[in-house]
């Protein structure tokens, strides 16, 4: 059976993702998970947006597959790691070599330590977007729109022009293209609607969204993680215009999403 790796970089653009060897698959299947991402326990720090994981899975999408190897960055501070997990990390990063990009291998060799509290846990559990098939195939924009296509979509290609750049401006435009509306903190959640916010990464790296909840609350899903509640310092999301966004520093501003007649592909 295929295996497939993806490097978790993006929010919004699609991450690097390469076949790995059966020899190798089977040694991560031998290592019990440090992270199932299909239940709840998901470590808050491997989902703040700054931290690349590589996740693991068989290219049929079944959930009993799905395995998460964590940078050295992280391992270290986590009392769970055993000590092959960092070179299975490795090894399976040298086998994508064609397929990530020299900065792209440098974000994921991160070597500076993060401190972990590990008795935290994220809280906020969608149901809906934690099935492998699902959760890894589907990005922020899909989770603002509150649609699952599988396909990582991005702004514009349901309008028939994607974005050319991943700066506010260019992907504002292709949302339009997709039959968002344009709003502002204000606007209210008019019936069969809600409210989305969109920041990009200075130099257009990448875009990330975020999405108002039936609730008031605010949540987002950096790309093919789970779904949080929290910003980039593990705090509630009262406005995303305020909020620690990491690394997407440039607040693009504010969309209503009306589920009936947005398109996204």
């Known amino acids: 059976m295929a295996v497939l790796a993806t490097l978790q970089l993006y929010s919004g653009v699609q991450n690097p993702a390469w076949p790995i060897s059966a020899a190798l698959a089977d040694r991560i299947r031998a290592r019990p998970k440090l992270v199932s991402m299909v239940g709840s326990f998901s470590l808050a720090t491997v989902v703040t947006l700054e931290q690349q994981p590589l996740l693991v ?49 440098r974000m994921a060799r991160r070597k500076e330590f993060v ?23 589907n990005n922020c924009y899909n989770y603002a729109c509150d649609l699952i296509t599988n396909t990582f979509a991005q702004p514009g290609r349901g309008g028939g022009q994607v974005h050319v750049t991943n700066l506010c401006p260019d992907v504002r435009a292709s949302a339009l293209l997709d039959r968002l509306i344009d709003g502002s903190a204000a606007t209210g959640d008019a019936a069969g609607s809600h409210l989305v916010a969109l920041a990009s990464i200075p130099g257009g790296t990448d875009f990330h969204w975020y999405r108002r ?53």
């Open 115 to 137: 401190s972990i509290d590990q008795t935290f846990r994220v809280a906020f559990t969608a149901t809906e977007w934690t099935s492998s098939c699902i959760q890894l195939h």
């Open 57 to 105: 899975w068989s290219s049929d999408g079944g959930d009993d597959e799905l395995a998460i190897l964590l940078p050295p960055s992280i391992l270290r501070g986590l009392s769970e790691a055993a000590p092959d997990d960092e070179h299975l990390y490795e090894q399976v990063l040298l086998e994508g070599d064609r397929f990530v990009s020299t900065n792209e291998k």
């Open 213 to 265: 909840d039936a609730d008031g609350s605010w949540s987002h899903k950096p790309g093919s993680l789970a779904p949080r509640q929290l910003d980039a310092s593990n705090q509630p999301i009262t406005n995303p215009a305020a909020c620690d966004r990491g690394k997407y520093t440039n607040f693009c501003g504010w969309f209503l999403v009306n589920e009936g007649s947005v398109v996204i592909r």
